[in-house]
């Protein structure tokens, strides 16, 4: 059985007129070219990214408190199910690439993003703000400790993949990339 079946059986995802509800939040399908627009607009603006990052940040914290609390996940297991349901969304194909729960860090690999294959030779900086964010603030709910991250490898800025770095956000230095 797929992640769509195991969603439908367990009727985690509704389709009602007019709106789609995944763990009984609102989801809307949008083309990766309003993304990709989007970046494009902000690119080189640190403040405009920050921005995002943050938004970003702080509405999946919103949206995925009470599916941790429903659920009940380890770490372990709630990394893998935000990993499937990024998969199953489009947002890209995630890995772990390495973990330390006692230092709440770690790296994250990403293939095919549509931002960032959007954007391949386009942009010069990592570009995968909403991503990062979405990743920031799961963790932060996963650690219960506010977690940044930062994109360190960009395939729109010209990577083989998408490697993302985070930890607790004390331990960011004040120059490093966010």
């Known amino acids: 059985m797929n992640f769509f079946e195991k969603l439908m059986v367990a009727r ?63 770490v372990n297991d709630y990394i893998k199910w935000l990993f499937e349901i990024s998969s199953f969304s489009g947002w890209g194909l995630l890995t772990l690439e390495s973990l330390e729960i ?30 990062r964010g979405f990743i920031a603030g799961a963790l932060s709910i996963a650690f219960k400790e506010d977690i940044e991250c930062a994109e360190m490898e960009c395939v729109g800025s010209g990577a083989a993949r998408c490697r993302f770095i985070f930890k607790p956000a004390s331990q960011f230095n004040p120059g490093e990339v966010r």
Request: charged share 25%.
């Open 12 to 74: 985690q995802i509704d389709f009602k007129e007019g709106s789609i509800s995944l763990f009984t939040n609102r989801i809307v399908m949008a083309p990766a070219t309003f993304l990709l627009e989007f970046t494009k607009a902000i690119e080189g603006s640190p403040e405009e990214t920050h921005s995002l990052y943050e938004s970003a940040k702080t509405s999946f914290k919103e949206i995925v408190t009470k599916d941790v609390r429903t659920y009940k996940f380890s």
């Open 102 to 131: 006692e230092k709440k860090s770690g790296s994250i690999t990403m293939l095919n993003s549509p931002v960032s294959e959007g954007l391949k030779g386009k942009v010069k900086l990592p570009c995968d703000h909403i991503v």
